[in-house]
């Protein structure tokens, strides 16, 4: 046997996947609403809005 043949070339299979993750996930999930700063940016934004129209 020639010493090319020897030498197998190995690909490391992937863990399996956990199936329950991804339900675990949606349940977590809680009610959509805008974070604390997106809301403080959006009142800032707004004041900056009316200040300017008057």
């Known amino acids: 046997m020639t010493s090319a043949r020897k030498h197998k070339l190995r690909i490391p299979t992937p863990k399996p996947r956990n199936p ?4 675990a ?24 809005k009316r200040l300017k129209g008057d």
């Open 25 to 48: 996930a949606q349940r977590k999930a809680g009610a959509h609403r805008k974070s604390r700063s997106a809301e403080r940016q959006e009142s800032k934004r707004e004041l900056e």
């Open 20 to 23: 329950l993750v991804p339900a």
